[in-house]
């Protein structure tokens, strides 16, 4: 069954650097995702991202953030000047244009700020 | 603006016993709302999805979850708790078409042997 997948699993970085988290999404989905998860917290969406542009980004996505779907395959997280407080699990999604369709989720990728 | 509220930050059951998993929300429109569940140092999975068909929906795992719109709720349920089911469960809207999703502050469920 296809999956969404994220790399890296585990990323430790020091606070002032820059971030990319990586995913590729299924292929056939057209909507994507990032939403986090502060330990202990719920998970907080982050941006939303169709045909090439930001369809829709909370508070919390401020210009320290961006996306990018550079080759058609992947669709990247960057954090460029990291934060204690970006500590977190940022998880991919992606869904079909269906209407009923769920959002299916990657495995995360653990950020570790310092 | 959707929202959804886990009435619940931990249940406990025994293995064997029924599981209830409470979760209210709010809705300008007609909501799709959708139980995932987050296993530890894992992914989210879905669990189960309503989208404005039946409102008696069945998922993996032997869960399933009642729509009631006079209730404004949509409980998850399943009868007998396995030992595998100890997890986070998080109840989740979404609005219209592709929008995000609004998730709650999950439920902790233990099972005891």
């Known amino acids: 069954e296809p999956e969404v997948t994220q790399t890296p699993s585990h990323q430790v970085t020091q606070m002032g650097q820059e971030v990319i988290l990586r995913c590729v999404p299924i292929?056939?989905?057209?909507?994507f995702y990032w939403y986090r998860q502060i330990l202990g917290q719920k998970v907080e969406f982050l941006v939303s991202f169709y045909n090439n542009e930001i369809s829709e980004k909370s508070e919390i996505f401020d210009d320290q953030f961006s996306v990018e779907r550079p080759d058609g395959s992947n669709f990247t997280l960057k954090i460029r000047s990291t934060k204690l407080e970006d500590s977190a699990m940022y998880f991919c999604?992606?869904?079909?244009?269906?209407?009923?369709?769920?959002?299916?989720f990657g495995p995360g990728t653990r950020l570790t700020v310092t | 603006a959707q929202s959804v509220t886990q009435l619940d930050s931990h249940v406990s059951v025994s293995e064997g016993t029924p599981v209830l998993l409470r979760c209210n929300y709010s809705s300008s429109y007609s909501p799709s709302l959708f139980w995932y569940v987050q296993h530890p140092n894992k992914g989210l999975q879905l669990l189960l999805k309503y989208t404005s068909a039946a409102t008696l929906v069945k998922g993996i795992n032997g869960f399933e979850a009642e729509f009631k719109k006079s209730e404004t709720s949509f409980h998850l349920t399943k009868p007998s708790a396995h030992m595998s089911d100890a997890a986070e469960y998080f109840c989740v809207v979404r609005g219209t078409g592709f929008q995000k999703l609004v998730f709650g502050t999950g439920t902790r469920l233990l099972v005891s042997p």
């Open positions: 999604a992606s869904t079909t244009p269906d209407r009923e369709s769920e959002q299916y």
């Open positions: 292929s056939n989905h057209l909507y």
